[in-house]
Nanobody, 126 residues
Framework: QLVESGGGLVQPGGSLRLSCAAV????????VGWFRQVPGKEREGVAC????????SYADSLKGRATISEDNAKRTVYLEVANLEPDDTAVYYC?????????????????????WGQGTPVTVST
């Protein structure tokens, strides 16, 4: 099970840190990624990290404003986003998969990733 947290209401220009915790397993063999989705649109990749090699990849959606990291001891992957914009408003999901590397192709395999969290909503507004 994946459990996301850290979403909420943030003012434009602000920052936040989302957490994705693994419950009942570890991320050692997994690529873990963040996606986001707004109503009526497809789920969009944000960033991923390789549990074994700590490789990271960032999609264009938040490139330059996002940082993904992992705390193995806490079995948690974090997504930090700075300088938030109203267009960043979405439900943010984390996903984990043992068979997909952390490259740009990770974001196109959204329908096949093994594990998904329930999502945490982020609203960027005054």
């Amino acid at each position: 099970q994946l459990v996301e947290s850290g979403g909420g209401l943030v003012q434009p220009g602000g920052s936040l840190r989302l957490s994705c915790a693994a419950v009942g397993f570890t991320f050692d063999e997994y690529t873990v990624g963040w996606f986001r989705q707004v109503p009526g649109k497809e789920r969009e990749g944000v960033a991923c990290i390789s549990g074994r090699h700590d490789d990271t990849s960032y999609a264009d959606s938040l490139k330059g404003r996002a940082t993904i990291s992992e705390d193995n001891a806490k079995r948690t992957v974090y997504l930090e986003v700075a300088n938030l914009e109203p267009d960043d408003t979405a439900v943010y999901y984390c996903a984990a998969d043992r068979f997909t590397a952390c490259t740009g192709s990770f974001y196109s395999t959204v329908d096949y990733l093994e594990r998904w969290g329930q999502g945490t909503p982020v609203t960027v507004s005054t």
